[in-house]
């Protein structure tokens, strides 16, 4: 039976992460891409001022919502969506794809980052265009939402837009259990058993209650919990890595030239023992730049429409930030502690250190820290997987309400919690491959949705150019739905209001 089911996991896993899959992925990024006038480039410094900068400048940007406003900040969704990113793809997927294709692969890791930033961007424009609202007062959006909403109201799509979303729904609860869930915490109790000696169960039965008290508190308790926990996380690691990094900074023109003479290399990756060429380092780049970043997949966008933005743009500038911190940041850090520090090849990618590529980036560690180096490692996994957990947690709620309503999601919390223990005291091999096929098949139905509402992508961003840069007088395009778009120009109008008579006295 389980050979079976492996099989056929492999079989499907092959199509969604395979050349097909992938292709997608690319055409998709390329094509809004083309569409927006590669915005993610041509306009790098406004999306960069309106996000990371306006942290410093607009305290509209962190500050929180009120006790009856059932959003949360710009801030917080960033943050969540972070956490749900920022997982152990962004340290043992580099080795993976450093090891299995070569050091050229971090380059192709970067393509489909640059693209999969339009991609993330055109996802969370479409989610918080057709977010509703449940019977609790909260946005709820995602792929389910524009696929029912958007594709569904194309001619002759109504049938196809509610089977893909419900699929999507089925395809994201199935892989929030897996590679949401019980893949992170398995790895958090195994690196913290390794470095510290804490027996897997007890690892498992705190997280248990970490999780109860975080995630059965709703969307806004994960908000509070991650805008402390991503930064805090994210600064950790950056410092630890940039220390390796300049500690062995004399390696890194080296460590650059294998990146880029092996992006086109013909030359076999992997030590040359199974003769991978040019697509294999690029299906490893692009498949843990996916895996990583996870633009493309509709993940995230779930809680960047809980956002208590109003412009659909602002949300998707946060969608490409994220990505950029994710991969262009995070990963390259990654990548440079790997291939500088001498544990890999610089030509093949192959392991010279003697350990498994999960290890490798301790084995970085502990080259320059000494024994300091796993603990480091343990610490950052834990970090950074169970804040996966957390991003994952209201992911897999928000699919679950979409198919069985808040009751249903209320039941999907407990079950939720529960898995952790399991995550953590169990051999997860097949779990993690199964987990791994779910998300990409999340991934081709959002982006049919992506592609066919492309258009509406570009008439959203040129709305909003029109009025904010142009200034010309134009109605807002904030909601595809007519209630929400009133209720917001009623808002907008208000606080405007507020604003002169404050200005006035």
């Known amino acids: 039976m389980v050979e079976m089911i492996t099989q056929v996991n492999n079989a499907i896993n092959g199509v969604v992460w395979g050349p097909f899959g992938l292709a997608l992925l690319f055409c998709t990024g390329f094509w809004m891409s083309a569409r927006t006038g590669f915005f993610q480039f041509r306009k790098m410094g406004y999306w960069l001022r309106h ?287 790997i291939l500088t520090t001498g544990v890999v090849d610089l030509q093949s990618g192959a392991v010279l250190a003697g350990v498994q590529d999960n290890a490798l980036v301790g084995q970085a560690f502990t080259a320059a820290f000494g024994s300091f180096g796993p603990k480091f490692i343990a610490v950052s996994i834990l970090l950074f997987a169970y804040s996966t957990t957390l991003g994952w947690s209201h992911y897999g709620t928000k699919a679950v309400e979409y198919l069985f309503g808040t009751t249903g999601s209320r039941i999907y919390k407990v079950v939720f919690v529960c898995m952790t223990v399991v995550g953590a005291t169990m051999k997860l091999g097949l779990a993690w491959d199964l987990s791994d096929t779910f998300n990409g098949l999340m991934m081709i139905p959002n982006l049919i949705g992506v592609l066919v509402l492309s258009g509406t992508v570009v008439d959203i961003t040129r709305n909003y150019f029109d009025r904010r840069v142009k200034g010309r007088d134009i109605e807002p395009m904030w909601s595809a739905f007519l209630e929400y778009q009133k209720q917001e120009e009623a808002e907008a109008a208000a606080e405007e209001a507020e604003l002169e008579k404050a200005a006035n006295e």
Not at 157 to 180: D, T
């Open 51 to 337: 996000t990371i900068g306006a942290i410093f400048t607009n305290k509209d940007i962190t500050a929180h919502t009120s006790k009856e406003d059932m959003a949360i900040s710009q801030f917080q969704s960033m943050c969540t969506a972070l956490a749900g990113t920022i997982g152990t793809g962004n340290i043992v997927g580099v080795a993976t794809a450093i090891v299995s294709g070569g050091p050229g692969a971090i380059f192709w890791m970067w393509v489909m980052a640059l693209l999969g930033m339009m991609t993330s961007f055109s996802e969370n424009v479409l989610g918080v265009y057709y977010r509703r609202k449940n019977e609790k007062g909260e946005w709820s959006g995602g792929a389910m939402y524009y696929l029912t909403d958007g594709l569904g109201a194309k001619k002759g799509c109504k049938q196809l837009g509610k089977v893909l979303a419900v699929l999507f729904a089925c395809f994201c609860i199935l892989a929030s259990f897996g590679i949401g869930n019980m893949s992170q915490i398995n790895s958090i109790a195994g690196n913290m058993n390794a470095a510290f000696g804490v027996p897997t169960l007890v690892t498992g039965l705190c997280l248990m209650v970490v999780t109860a008290l975080i995630v059965i508190g709703g969307l806004k308790r994960v908000a509070a919990v991650t805008e402390k926990l991503v930064p805090l996380m994210a600064l950790f690691y950056i410092a630890g890595a940039l220390i390796i990094v300049v500690l062995h900074a004399g390696n890194i023109p080296a460590a650059f030239a294998a990146i880029f003479k092996g992006a086109f290399n013909l030359n076999a990756a992997g030590g040359g023992a199974l003769g991978y060429g040019i697509s294999q380092t690029i299906t490893w780049g692009f498949k843990r730049g996916a895996f990583s970043n996870e633009a493309g997949l509709g993940s995230a966008v779930m809680v960047n429409s809980a956002s208590n933005v109003k412009e659909p743009v602002h949300q998707g500038m946060w969608g490409v930030f994220e990505v950029f911190a994710d991969t262009i940041v995070v990963c390259t850090l990654t990548a440079l502690v």
